[in-house]
């Protein structure tokens, strides 16, 4: 794909920034590897990936750790950098952890795990990120710097197709134990994430889906683009699922808050 541009947020801020959502193509951790490719998503951001209004927002609501950000930096030099989490978006699940007071999650896609980290730093002690991936190479990278930040206990990383290890939860009894999932993983599967989250999520707890506008493809997806019809599918059951409330989101690539009834 394209290069994204970058903005000066301060100016090493923005790299990551710039790379709105998080986008793995079909395939990349539902349990084929491939290695030598990078699948991203052209960023799609309501108010746009470069305009001053971006900026502004950046300049004036961003707090990020010095770890998150070295970590970032690191991505953001990776072939694959453009696929990283924004920060803002980021940011934003780490405060919803916060106000609901999780303690345990889930996330569907960890990358270089920015994200990871990123929930990790705001969990109390004795909490937990169950991390799926299925890519330990990239993992790599984030690792050091979990452990540098001090927080490399709470994260329980799992590398194997995520399926597998939602259904190892539940059948260790954990069932309605989770206080957040954050799921960003191949998008034709992620009906089944988000069925099986539902049930590991407690009532009141949340699910945040990645990337649900699908660089706008959703508005009209083409007939041999599986990808674009799984994510119109969902967000349309979304809106109908009568054991969530939802927020969607015109947050990088398309953000929807479920919240568990």
Same mark, same amino acid.
């Given at each position: 794909?394209?290069?994204?541009?970058?903005?000066?947020?301060?100016k090493e801020?923005a790299?990551?920034?710039?790379?709105?959502?998080?986008?793995?193509?079909?395939?990349?951790?539902?349990?084929?590897?491939?290695?030598?490719l990078?699948?991203g998503?052209?960023?799609?951001?309501?108010?746009?990936?470069s305009?001053?209004?971006?900026?502004?927002?950046?300049?004036?609501?961003?707090?990020?750790h010095?770890v998150?950000?070295?970590l970032?930096?690191?991505?953001?030099?990776h072939?694959?950098?453009?696929?990283m989490?924004?920060?803002?978006?980021?940011?934003?699940?780490?405060?919803?952890?916060?106000?609901?007071?999780?303690?345990?999650?889930?996330e569907?896609?960890?990358?270089?795990g920015?994200?990871?980290?990123?929930?990790? +730093?705001?969990?109390?002690d004795? #909490?937990k990120?169950v &991390?799926? @991936?299925?890519?330990?190479d990239?993992?790599k990278?984030? $690792? %050091?710097?979990?452990k540098?930040?001090?927080?490399?206990?709470?994260?329980?990383?799992?590398i194997?197709?995520?399926i597998?290890t939602?259904?190892?939860?539940?059948?260790?009894?954990?069932?309605?134990?989770?206080?957040?999932?954050?799921?960003?993983?191949?998008?034709?599967?992620?009906?089944?994430y988000?069925e099986?989250? +539902?049930?590991l999520?407690?009532k #009141?707890?949340?699910? &945040?889906? @990645?990337?649900?506008?699908w660089?706008?493809?959703?508005? $009209? %997806?083409?007939?041999?683009?599986?990808?674009?019809?799984s994510?119109?599918?969902?967000?349309?059951?979304?809106?109908?699922?009568?054991?969530?409330?939802?927020?969607?989101?015109p947050?990088?690539?398309?953000l929807?808050?479920?919240?568990?009834l």
């Amino acid at each position: 794909g394209p290069k994204m541009p970058l903005f000066s947020v301060p100016k090493e801020v923005a790299v990551g920034t710039a790379m709105l959502g998080v986008a793995f193509a079909t395939g990349m951790l539902a349990g084929r590897r491939y290695p030598s490719l990078c699948f991203g998503t052209p960023r799609s951001s309501i108010i746009g990936k470069s305009s001053a209004l971006q900026q502004y927002i950046l300049d004036h609501s961003l707090r990020e750790h010095p770890v998150l950000k070295k970590l970032r930096l690191l991505t953001a030099d990776h072939p694959c950098g453009r696929m990283m989490v924004s920060c803002d978006q980021a940011q934003l699940m780490a405060n919803l952890v916060k106000l609901i007071k999780a303690k345990k999650v889930i996330e569907i896609g960890v990358f270089t795990g920015y994200n990871t980290l990123n929930m990790a +730093l705001v969990l109390p002690d004795n #909490g937990k990120v169950v &991390a799926c @991936d299925i890519n330990e190479d990239y993992v790599k990278i984030g $690792k %050091p710097l979990w452990k540098e930040a001090g927080v490399e206990h709470k994260i329980d990383l799992r590398i194997k197709p995520a399926i597998h290890t939602l259904d190892d939860l539940l059948a260790s009894g954990e069932a309605e134990t989770f206080d957040f999932a954050f799921i960003d993983a191949d998008k034709e599967t992620y009906n089944e994430y988000y069925e099986k989250c +539902l049930r590991l999520i407690r009532k #009141g707890g949340i699910i &945040a889906i @990645d990337n649900v506008f699908w660089s706008g493809k959703v508005l $009209k %997806p083409g007939r041999n683009d599986l990808t674009a019809q799984s994510m119109h599918r969902l967000n349309e059951k979304l809106l109908r699922d009568a054991r969530i409330s939802i927020s969607m989101l015109p947050m990088g690539d398309g953000l929807t808050l479920a919240f568990k009834l």
